[in-house]
């Protein structure tokens, strides 16, 4: 947190984030693997967090509008869900826009937004705070994927975790089921998940939605290469590299790349990484499931489907999971 930062009496802040040691290792194993790649939640430093934000409001990026609808039009039914007076835990929180919509239905108890970026999540929670005054907010910088304990406690209340933005699609499927196995132990038996999921549609559109007209995601993509340089003490050069992107129909799923545009060798942490003219650096999956894939991947996590919502052109879905009565 700036030790200028504005402070707020409804918003307390936790700075867990990871050293950048323990980034470094990952990042350099990365790059060392026959298919290089760079797991996604680099992406969003406080430019790219920045970037993000600019790709939900392009023309062909559907996801976030159509979520925004949903969790709109339907906010009393997700009230009636979570109960009022739950504790929210949202995991990679971002802005907490969409948090936004539901709030007043809520009324939780608190608010817990965990995300990596500390500068980025700190103006969120105060910019939130400020809107929300009678919210109590509890920010915590951390990587969710990684343990984490709140230092201060936490308000009684129900947990229910909130996880927008079909972030789960990131996740290779097996890994998208432990991920919400684990979200048992945050929750306990009695709480809940709220979960955006985007849904399979033509290639047509997957594709337009990942290869906006205005090189946003490309822009997003890139930088990408700029965490990368502050964390590892590396030399890429942006101008080397190019956004791919891509739907892969037998997998289900967008993958994001990033394509070298001519043989190089780049210097992480002091050892040099060759690449060739065409060779890729994956960044991103985002699978892309039917509401009966999905349901079956939460029961084989130990959830029951409770409520989904769906816009009208079945583009998204907002699923509410409890866990499985034992």
């Given amino acids: 947190m700036p030790a200028t930062a504005p402070r707020l009496e409804n918003v307390l802040f936790e700075d867990q984030q990871p050293t950048p040691g323990d980034s470094r290792a990952e990042l350099i194993a990365g790059l060392q693997r026959q298919q290089k790649q760079i797991n996604p939640k680099y992406f969003y430093d406080a430019q790219g967090s920045e970037l993000f934000e600019l790709i939900t409001r392009q023309r062909e990026y559907y996801v976030t509008r159509t979520e925004i609808a949903i969790l709109s039009d339907h906010a009393a039914e997700i009230a009636a869900c979570c109960g009022t007076d739950c504790v929210l835990i949202e995991p990679g929180s971002g802005s907490s826009e969409k948090v936004r919509l539901i709030l007043d239905s809520l009324r939780p108890n608190a608010y817990v937004p965990l995300d990596i970026s500390a500068e ?46 079909s972030t789960i699609g990131n996740m290779d499927p097996k890994d998208a089921q432990a991920f919400l196995a684990d979200l048992r132990q945050w929750i306990g038996d009695d709480g809940g998940v709220l979960i955006g999921v985007d849904l399979q549609k033509s290639a047509q559109i997957l594709n337009a939605a990942y290869n906006d007209s205005q090189g946003v995601t490309a822009e ?89 919502w769906l816009d009208d052109d079945a583009l998204f879905s907002v699923h509410y999971l409890t866990v499985t009565a034992r």
């Avoid at 929300?132 to 129900?158: M, N």
């Avoid at 050892?271 to 939460?298: M, R, V, W």
């Fill in 120 to 165: 980025f999540l700190y103006e969120s929670a105060v910019k939130l705070g400020r809107e929300f005054p009678w919210l109590s907010i509890h920010a915590i910088c951390a990587d969710f994927a990684e343990p984490w304990q709140a230092r201060t406690e936490i308000p009684d209340g129900r947990r229910v975790i909130f996880y927008p933005g």
């Fill in 220 to 308: 997003f993509n890139l930088n990408i290469l700029n965490s990368m340089n502050k964390l590892t003490d590396a030399n890429f050069k942006l101008e080397g590299f190019a956004h791919r992107a891509f739907y892969n129909q037998d997998l289900k799923r967008i993958e994001m790349h990033l394509v070298s545009k001519e043989n190089q060798t780049v210097n992480v942490n002091g050892s040099a990484i060759a690449f060739d003219k065409g060779e890729t650096i994956h960044t991103e999956n985002s699978y892309k499931y039917s509401p009966q894939s999905f349901t079956a991947l939460c029961n084989g996590a130990g959830f029951t489907l409770q409520k989904n």
